[in-house]
């Protein structure tokens, strides 16, 4: 189904349409990235994306790409190739800003997998400030920031 946005005012029904492709890209993010799949994460970005977690800001595609493979293998410990850690995401909450442009916020629980059993597993709790743009009939992140709560607090959005 191809939907166009114009200068119009969004009926409900299409507005909650864009607001749960938005939703999905964070989700899809979660499951690429713990899966090793950073061509395809790197994807869900436009193509000047600026992505910064708790390490150097990363922009563009190939410094997302980049980025995340370092960071991939930085916590994939044993070799396994996948899930080495688990980005849990949560509490969505989207705002369609203009007819191309769109915030976001969800909570991140992010944990370790290759922790013994008796050591927690939790990484970090945080929380994911996100801005989207509408790119040739689709979604991208335009920009994603972390904030970290947990374990040491770090909240750079204002």
């Known amino acids: 189904m191809s939907r166009h946005l114009?200068?119009?005012?969004?009926?409900?029904i299409e507005k909650l349409l864009h607001i749960e492709e938005i939703k999905n890209l964070r989700i899809q993010y979660s499951h690429l990235l713990d899966t090793n799949q950073m061509e395809k994460v790197a994807g869900l970005f436009t193509e000047d994306a600026i992505c910064q977690t708790d390490r150097t800001p990363w922009i563009g595609r190939d410094g997302i790409q980049n980025g995340l493979e370092k960071?991939?293998?930085d916590f994939d410990e044993k070799s396994?190739?996948?899930y080495p850690f688990m980005h849990a995401v949560t509490n969505?909450?989207?705002e369609i800003t203009s007819p191309t442009t769109a915030k976001g916020r969800c909570y991140l629980?992010?944990?370790?997998?290759?922790?013994?059993?008796?050591?927690?597993?939790?990484?970090?709790?945080g929380v994911y400030v996100d801005h989207y743009e509408y790119v040739d009939g689709n979604w991208k992140i335009k920009e994603s920031l972390l904030d970290?709560?947990?374990p040491q607090r770090d909240i750079k959005s204002k």
């Open 6 to 12: 114009n200068n119009k005012i969004m009926e409900p």
């Open 71 to 73: 960071a991939f293998k």
């Open 80 to 82: 396994h190739g996948s």
């Open 92 to 94: 969505h909450w989207v």
């Open 109 to 125: 629980i992010d944990l370790l997998t290759e922790r013994p059993i008796e050591d927690r597993p939790l990484l970090l709790l």
């Open 148 to 150: 970290i709560t947990w």
